[in-house]
């Protein structure tokens, strides 16, 4: 870490807000564009990846996370494309873990290697993991993901529980006519293995733009089980959160479609090539790399990651038809 960032750090954060009055305290840093699983939702199944040298370093991504702890950022996640096939990640969980301001450390991953990879995130420093399982059968598993193993996925679930990386929650995008009909079988895993599921719509990031919405996933839910009743669940992120009757899991549901969460929107992306993206539906970036790449000081980047933040869309556009271009495996999921 530089001598800038240092004195930079050294005294307790600042709150950090954009143009439109929101606090911002939570950074997705997304380490790679790679994955060893190809999902329907996240490409288009081209592999074209970034060449090494495009992707930022661990030491900058540090200096990135750094400089904005020093500005207010508290909670850190992790992304990919899938992290865990970035060798080392451990090394920058502990890089990002020391840095003052920073609260929090957690990772989005598929769970293919997380059985391995366990015991050594928790003791690096990271707090949870949320993984993805878009469906409960393993045939379909495989067709959701092109070629992965959800017995493998299961089993890096329960490894993380035994890591004491807890809550595990269990990320579902419902797809309409592919895996919504395993809505019930998700809710009923909360009560039989108190698993924590989080319904999330499907974003149009390809051409199949339909959504199931949260309010059609509670109704099915409620007709076929029972009442959900609202719980409160600690955390930075946009779900909400509730419980079946007897349940020790929770049913969590995000809906960036049908009800849009901007207003409270708390996030910045941090692509594995060095953009800063100031909203995950908004093409709009800021590119860093060059400026960790050049002579600029630590305080020059912050008042560019300033001015940047202070622009940050108000909500996404995705009622006028305004779409992203790049896809969910090039921003980071």
Known sequence: MSVNTQTMLSGCPTELYDGHNRRIDYLRISVTDRCNLNCVYCGDGRCDNLPHGAILT?????????????????????TGGEPLVRPKVDVLIGM???????????????????????????????????????????????????????????????????????????????????NDDEITDFARWTIENGANVRFIEQMPFTKNAASVTVADMKTIIETAIGKL?????????????????AAKGTIGFIQPVSNCFCDNCNRLRLTADGKLRLCLLDDSELDLKPMLR????????????????????????????????????????
């Not at 529980?161 to 929650?169: R, Y």
């Not at 305080?299 to 779409?323: C, F, N, T, Y």
């Open 58 to 78: 661990y030491e900058e991504i540090t200096r990135v996370a750094a400089i904005l702890a020093g500005m207010g950022i508290s909670h850190i996640r992790l």
């Open 96 to 178: 990002l873990r020391n840095l003052p301001g920073i609260e929090e450390i957690s990772m989005t991953t598929n769970g293919t290697l997380l059985e391995r990879w366990a015991e050594l995130l928790r003791k690096s420093g990271l707090n949870r993991v949320n993984v993805s399982v878009d469906s409960l059968k393993p045939e379909r598993f495989k067709e959701i993901t092109r070629g992965g193993d959800l017995g493998r996925v299961l089993n890096g679930i329960e490894a993380a529980k035994i890591a004491g990386l807890k809550p595990v929650k269990v990320n579902v995008v419902v797809m309409p006519g592919v």
């Open 229 to 245: 009743e609202p719980v409160y669940e600690h955390g930075s992120g946009p779900a909400s959160y509730f419980k079946l009757p």
């Open 294 to 333: 050049g002579d600029l000081t630590d305080a020059e980047i912050k008042l560019a990651l300033q001015q940047a933040i202070m622009k940050k869309p108000a909500r996404h556009q995705l009622a006028d038809g305004i779409v992203p271009e790049k896809l969910m495996r090039q921003i980071g999921g």
